[in-house]
T-cell receptor, first 114, second 111 residues
Framework: DGGITQSPKYLFRKEGQNVTLSCEQN?????MYWYRQDPGQGLRLIYY???????QKGDIAEGYSVSREKKESFPLTVTSAQKNPTAFYLC?????????????FGPGTWLLVL | GESVGLHLPTLSVQEGDNSIINCAYS??????FIWYKQESGKGPQFIID???NMDKRQGQRVTVLLNKTVKHLSLQIAATQPGDSAVYFC??????????WGAGTKLIIKP
């Protein structure tokens, strides 16, 4: 099956700890995105990557970091600098670097702070 | 900044009736608009999109209407079914080519 996978579904972080959320796609899409969703809210863009080895900050990049070493993978690290990380994190991809339309989403990861 | 507004947090509809979900967008220059459906605990799913050179587009049981004069976007769902229960998001392409998302409308289906 083609699609986007995110793991784990639930992730727990201790204070002061960095955690990495996985996102993998086998759709052969060039562009990938990370969004944060707080309960009852819309999506806010954290980072996006239009092509391998390139990524750009979104609206709320502070306290997060990403890498794009492979076309299929776009992991997100939530660092200890992110003071309020509890949220639902969504990864998405779109077919080409200029194609902001029709983003395909993964199932999401819940990040909870202990 | 760019934003999406004019949304109802919750909309209750009788099963079998038509549903209409509304959004207002801020950027008159935007040329692309999209609706997503998000079921509880899942990622959003694409429903339908429309470009600014159109004012109406139809899919299976769904219709999107775009009124550029008043910067208003709506999603109509015909003969609403229990499986339509979800949060519906509108989004538009912002000036920096990123999608600007609304806060979503939760559609509740009454039996």
């Amino acid at each position: 099956d083609g699609g986007i996978t995110q793991s784990p579904k639930y992730l727990f972080r201790k204070e002061g700890q960095n955690v990495t959320l996985s996102c993998e796609q086998n759709l052969n899409h060039d562009a990938m995105y990370w969004y944060r969703q707080d309960p009852g809210q819309g999506l806010r863009l954290i980072y996006y990557s239009q092509i391998v080895n390139d990524f750009q900050k979104g609206d709320i990049a502070e306290g997060y970091s990403v890498s794009r070493e492979k076309k299929e993978s776009f992991p997100l690290t939530v660092t200890s600098a992110q003071k309020n990380p509890t949220a639902f994190y969504l990864c998405a991809s779109s077919i080409s670097r200029g194609s902001w339309e029709t983003q395909y989403f993964g199932p999401g990861t819940w990040l909870l702070v202990l | 900044g760019e934003s999406v507004g004019l949304h109802l947090p919750t909309l209750s509809v009788q099963e079998g009736d038509n549903s209409i979900i509304n959004c207002a967008y801020s950027n008159s220059a935007s040329d692309y608009f999209i609706w997503y459906k998000q079921e509880s605990g899942k990622g959003p799913q694409f429903i339908i999109d429309i470009r600014s050179n159109m004012d109406k587009r139809q899919g299976q049981r769904v219709t999107v209407l775009l009124n550029k004069t008043v910067k208003h976007l709506s999603l109509q769902i015909a003969a609403t079914q229990p499986g339509d229960s979800a949060v519906y998001f509108c989004a538009f392409k912002g000036s920096n080519y990123q999608l600007i998302w609304g806060a979503g409308t939760k559609l509740i289906i009454k039996p």
